[in-house]
């Protein structure tokens, strides 16, 4: 268990890991070496640096939400929480859908569009990673520690004044403002 992970109040139950992902934009420097060593891992990258009109590389990525709106919008069911939090990708499931609503559903556009085999991919935290116990690859290759996996009510702890007017500016990058 790792040190920053608190046993589970009930002693006769197997802790849970329920750690997000969560990216200190103002430490991101925009390397694309989370993307590269998640294309390495998985054929096809499930986190992506985007381009703003002003320049920045910004990696976009699932926030893995309590209440996933992505989920909520697919016909499929192919989006749902697994026992640790994570929104997970069943690809059975996600084949043959035609609308992709959850592209469209995910605030943070964190689903990909694909044109393999099923329609879309996503973050899953490294899900073989993390049942043996290792930090999902992004994490452990971030060469300025932007990103850190942590449990989603400890992020306030080790957010800056920095790190919230990044994320300001990666919001109004994905949902700008109607002039």
């Not at 006769?12 to 430490?27: C, F, H, M, N, Q």
């Not at 910004?58 to 989006?79: G, M, T």
């Amino acid at each position: 268990m790792q040190a920053d992970q608190a046993p589970d109040a009930d002693a006769g139950k197997e802790a849970r890991d329920t750690r997000i992902l969560y990216i200190d934009y103002s430490k991101c420097i925009g390397c694309e070496t989370c993307e590269a060593v998640c294309k390495f891992l998985y054929a096809r990258p499930r986190i992506v640096l985007v381009r703003t009109v002003g320049g920045e590389m910004l990696p976009l990525y699932c926030r893995h939400c309590e209440s996933p709106h992505c989920s909520k919008v697919c016909k499929n069911r192919a989006l749902s929480i697994d026992g640790q939090g994570a929104v997970i990708l069943d690809p059975m499931q996600c084949r043959g859908c035609e609308t992709r609503n959850c592209i469209l559903g995910c605030p943070y556009g964190g689903i990909l569009a694909s044109d393999e085999g099923v329609g879309v991919s996503k973050c899953d935290l490294c899900a073989g990673r993390r049942k043996s116990g290792e930090l999902p690859a992004c994490v452990e290759m971030c060469p300025c520690g932007a990103i850190h996996y942590i449990e989603r009510e400890r992020i306030p702890e080790i957010q800056t004044e920095e790190s919230r007017q990044a994320e300001e500016r990666v919001l109004a990058h994905l949902r700008p403002k109607k002039a």
